[in-house]
């Protein structure tokens, strides 16, 4: 008689399950170095602004850039596809929630003008800040040489899930190997979650990986096809591919952490975690910079025939310096992101990044609720 096989599970655990062990010695927050590294890139801020239409316009990188992080355009988008893209964004928030899904698709359906690649990534470089641009793998080869030749600093290749081996009709796909080759800046690609899909990543010579698949706000991914890792552990498992791959080819791709984080809290054990950095998008879409006008809405969510995203209003709640640097008076740690990874390194007595990512951490399923039954009780 044969021994059936069954199916076997992990846990696996997202930030609203999981808390940060302060350390046994402490530390001033401003003596912390938080620095974020990608090749010879170094940036004062380790956060960067998703490639989302309703978070990223030339405006706000420049801005952002001039903040210390690092804004990602991109070029599937709005931006790269209408001359006045003010106009669609404003269209877009307008639209009652019935017709919003049908009218991205509209939107998104209109060819992309090559001509205007070029354009927003030289107004970008204008304020004198590095330029990250982003697209799908269907379009990284044609568009790579475009952005090099324009002056962009910073190429992500990006889809729902990305892996160095692909399958398809196509006689010849996306290898990362040549992209890397023949394109002269970093590349940074993702999404990815597991252990073994990232080290395959970092070894096909790629800059950084972005990790999560479905935590997003405005991201339905997990509710249309199943798929997904809760991003405590996606980030885990990256970080162990990373160290890996280091202690293999004496060769140290970051990781960033992409969505899921709702305030300073979630993007604290982040770094936790593992990760060098993070990626925001719903955070951001709340600074009075950011261009979609109190609304989100994900990247998959114009899709032709299977949309995997929604708009949300998630509001205006300050400027972009408020949500990263303070001041705030507001409480649920969704401005002044930077001091909270600050506070959080300094009660850690972690003086980097890196001694942040070797923190205790312990399951606490009560985490956000032990005693806060009025804080609960209360609209």
């Known amino acids: 008689m044969t021994t059936p096989q069954f199916k076997e599970f992990r846990r696996a655990y997202g930030f609203d399950e999981v808390a940060i062990v302060p350390g046994d010695i402490t530390l001033n927050p401003d003596q912390a170095n938080i620095d974020f590294k990608i090749e010879s890139f170094t940036f004062s801020i380790p956060i960067m602004a998703a490639a989302m239409d309703a978070v990223t316009d030339v405006s706000f990188a420049r801005l952002f850039g001039k903040l210390g992080g690092l804004a990602v355009l991109n070029l599937d988008g709005v931006q790269a596809r209408y001359n006045n893209p003010q106009e669609i964004l404003a269209e877009i928030a307008r639209s009652p929630d019935d017709e919003v899904t049908s009218l991205l698709q509209k939107v998104y359906s209109q060819p992309i003008k090559e001509n205007l690649i070029g354009e927003r990534i030289q107004s970008t470089k204008e304020a004198g800040v590095i330029c990250a641009v982003s697209t ?43 992209l890397r080759r023949s394109t002269p800046m970093p590349i940074i690609v993702g999404n990815c979650v597991s252990y073994s899909a990232c080290l395959e990543l970092m070894r096909t010579g790629i800059s950084g990986v972005l990790v999560g698949v479905g935590p997003g706000a405005a991201c339905t991914t997990r509710q249309v096809i199943g798929v997904g890792v809760p991003q ?148």
């Open 136 to 178: 799908a793998p269907a379009s990284a080869k044609h568009f790579a040489p475009m952005a090099a030749e324009a002056g962009a600093d910073i190429f992500v290749v990006q889809s729902t899930v990305t892996t160095a081996q692909h399958t398809s009709k196509s006689y010849r796909g996306l290898i990362f190997e040549e």
């Open 232 to 379: 405590v552990t996606a980030v885990m498992d990256c970080a162990a591919a990373r160290d890996s791959y280091q202690r293999e080819s004496g060769r140290y791709v970051p990781i960033i952490a992409d969505g899921g984080m709702r305030n300073g809290g979630d993007l604290c054990k982040a770094f936790a975690s593992g990760a060098d950095a993070v990626m925001l998008g719903s955070i951001l879409a709340q600074a009075e910079e950011a261009p979609g006008h109190g609304y989100h809405w994900g990247m998959s969510h114009p899709h032709a025939t299977l949309p995997r995203g929604t708009r949300i209003r998630v509001g205006t709640t300050g400027t972009l310096e408020q949500i990263l640097f303070g001041p705030t008076s507001t409480t649920d740690g969704s401005q002044n992101l930077v001091g909270s990874l600050r506070t959080a390194l300094g009660v850690c007595g972690a003086v980097n990044i890196q001694q942040m990512q070797r923190a205790e951490m312990v399951i606490a399923p009560a985490i956000t609720t032990e005693g806060k039954s009025w804080q609960l009780s209360q609209p």
